[in-house]
């Protein structure tokens, strides 16, 4: 604390219209593997790291075999380049089974594993007024069946009409084997009267298509995607659990949807 009150006390004493120049190293592009085999298909997306001042977006690398192995049976399948770095393939993944990914790219070759666990269970899905602090807010409330007998780790992934609206990732922790409660906020009823532009996509609208995918994923992959939610405020890149010298995580999931349409008079008020 004494560190930081040093620190403030001699910003006050430094000009504030000197410019920084900051020197960011220049490093060589690493590949990025993000993606898995699934109980629905296989989705694996390989880029390329970008330097700082780079705002071009992640480049697609298109000149990779890219191979999902079945470790129970030996199957395999060769993923077929779709786009924007997408590898994809119709391999279907099943629960308990442990999967092996491959991609050959130039002299490169990564590799990782991942085990598929047992699908969730979607209970259900609501929508909900809550006031907090003076201010009525639309909440999302999810419940879901943990699967007993072990330790369980989810990622959920809210759409709204096709694009990704709310993600976070969830332990069993708190009632395992049990039913699992997940609740997020949406908007206030503020936000909704007032409409500003850079509100819009924080804002539902009645007649939104509202797709739910809850996945049940393996620990390394809990906690890559944990770090990733905290990688805002440290800047810094998750552990990954491909090796070959790569960024990225590769997942065996099973996936269970729900799908709902949004309409303001059908939101359920707490009293």
Known sequence: MKKLYLFLTLLVFVSCEKELDIDYHKVAPMAVVEG??????????????LEMADSTGAQGIKDAKVVITSLADGSSS????????HYVSTFIGEPGNTYQLDIWQGDNHFSAQSTMPHPPVIKSF???WQEIMGRRIVMADLRFLDTPNEENYYYM?????GESYRWTVIRDILNPGGEIQQVFGCMSEEMVKDNKPEDQDQILNDGDKITIELASIDRITYDYLYALQLSGRS??????????GCL???????VAHYECTYQTAEIISLQ
Request: one cysteine or more; a positive charge; proline letters at 2%.
């Open 235 to 244: 800047s810094s890149n998750p552990v990954s659990n491909i090796s070959g």
């Open 248 to 254: 990225g995580c590769f997942w065996a999931a099973a």
């Open 36 to 49: 898995g085999v699934m109980d629905n298909g296989c989705d694996v997306r390989l880029t390329t790291t």
């Open 78 to 85: 060769i993923l077929k380049y779709k786009s924007y770095g």
């Open 157 to 161: 992934n809210v759409y709204r009409n």
């Open 126 to 128: 609501i929508f909900q």
